[in-house]
Nanobody
Framework: QAQLTESGGGLVQPGGSLRLSCAAP????????IGWFRQAPGKEREFVAR????????DYANSVKGRFTISRISTNNTIYLQMDNLSPEDAAVYYC??????????????WGQGTQVTVSS
């Protein structure tokens, strides 16, 4: 059962922007890092970005550095992924997930159902 809900996907032209949201209705994930992942047709799911529980540490895939920004607002328990200068290569289903850090790695225990991002002229 999905514990997180993504929204904000849609169709955008190359060079355009979208802001994705990840919410956890009825639950707080303040102690969790939140990651964004994406999966394009025929490809494996790949890491996009992550933010720690305090919202102070972020990490990005090289392919999105300088174009995507992850943030979290504790007051409304929402995590955002601002995506700028989008290209067709960014088209995918985007998922958010909540993770604890155990034994040197992030373990993502809670996932959303995904939101579709399409980049096309």
């Amino acid at each position: 059962q999905a514990q997180l809900t993504e929204s904000g996907g849609g169709l955008v032209q190359p060079g355009g922007s979208l802001r994705l949201s990840c919410a956890a209705p009825g639950r707080t994930f303040s102690g969790y890092s939140i990651g964004w992942f994406r999966q394009a047709p025929g490809k494996e799911r790949e890491f996009v970005a992550r933010i720690n529980g305090g919202g102070t540490i972020t990490d990005y895939a090289n392919s999105v550095k300088g174009r995507f920004t992850i943030s979290r607002i504790s007051t409304n328990n929402t995590i955002y992924l601002q995506m700028d200068n989008l290209s067709p290569e960014d088209a995918a289903v985007y998922y958010c997930a909540a993770a604890r850090y155990h034994n040197g790695q992030y373990e993502y225990d809670y996932w959303g159902q995904g939101t579709q991002v399409t980049v096309s002229s």
